[in-house]
């Protein structure tokens, strides 16, 4: 079993800052990978960005999330990290941290929510115009 507590949620100005965090227990996380997805009201859920454990390698979901957003994780933490920047009120979402079994070695793999055994309970971050 895995558990994710995710924090750090909450109302921001549109051009503002929010970082979300994610503690994961329960196993030791070498060899696996964690990701960040946000769900709008009416729309599917989606992938923000994704993390290897080990190494460290990112996925982003487009071009403008990575500009824009940044995902990191602390080892010795057992920590994932999720820092967005210049938010927008599109940007307004629940978001979800997730837990999967094996590392990444592409976007399209990491994208897809079926990779991932254990979910957060989500956050939810709502930007203000």
């Known amino acids: 079993q895995v558990q994710l507590v995710e924090s750090g949620g909450g109302l921001v100005q549109a051009g503002g800052s929010v970082r979300l965090s994610c503690v994961a227990s329960?196993?030791?996380?070498?060899?696996?990978?964690m990701g960040w997805f946000r769900q709008a009201p009416g729309k599917e859920r989606e992938l923000v960005a994704a993390?290897?454990?080990?190494?460290?390698?990112?996925?982003y979901s487009d071009s403008m999330m990575k500009g824009r957003f940044t995902i990191a994780r602390d080892n010795a933490k057992n920590t994932m990290y999720l820092q967005m920047n210049s938010l927008k009120p599109e940007d307004t979402a629940l978001y979800y941290c997730?837990?999967?079994?094996?590392?990444?070695?592409?976007?399209?793999?990491?994208?897809?929510?079926?990779?991932?055994?254990?979910w957060g309970q989500g956050t939810q971050v709502t930007v203000s115009s």
């Open positions: 997730a837990f999967a079994p094996r590392p990444f070695y592409s976007s399209s793999s990491a994208r897809s929510a079926g990779a991932y055994d254990y």
């Open positions: 993390i290897n454990w080990s190494g460290g390698s990112t996925y």
């Open positions: 329960g196993r030791t996380f070498s060899g696996s990978a």
